[in-house]
């Protein structure tokens, strides 16, 4: 090694460890405050979404619910999710892995609209 060499050697290895403490650290962080991944609920009732909209950060899971005494669905606008038709009482989930806004509507009822803001 050359002195200028050894000198990068010896200055890059604290910031390194200092760099993976800040790593280790923060994923312990992210693991205690957010212990289980973030839910939301959106019902189905007399023809509507509710809430319409619904933020929910990165990773948490939707879980529509019908509360009508009708069928319903839950489609992705863009074809990210598709449910079966859902009686009443019965539930579809998905879980958002990606930031975005992911409108849906029911396929039975297309005037049916919502929307899904994962950030
Ligand atoms: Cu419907």
């Known amino acids: 090694m050359t002195q200028k060499n050894v000198w990068v050697a010896v200055l890059a290895t604290p910031v390194m460890i200092a760099v ?3 790593f280790a650290g923060s994923s ?25 909209t619904v933020t929910v950060p990165v990773g948490a899971t939707v879980t529509w619910i019908n ?6 669905t ?8 598709k449910s079966k038709v859902r009686d009443t009482d019965e539930k579809f989930s ?4 990606k930031a975005g806004t ?9 005037k049916m ?7």
């Open 28 to 52: 312990r962080v992210t693991a205690n405050d957010q212990p289980s991944a973030a839910t939301a609920e959106v019902k189905i009732d007399n023809f509507s979404f509710g809430p319409q």
């Open 102 to 110: 992911y409108p849906y509507f029911c396929s039975v009822h297309p």
């Open 113 to 119: 609209t919502g929307k899904v803001v994962v950030q």
């Open 20 to 22: 993976l403490l800040l």
């Open 74 to 81: 839950v489609v992705s606008t863009d074809g990210v999710f």
């Open 67 to 72: 509360r009508d005494d009708i069928p319903h």
């Open 94 to 97: 998905y879980t958002f892995a």
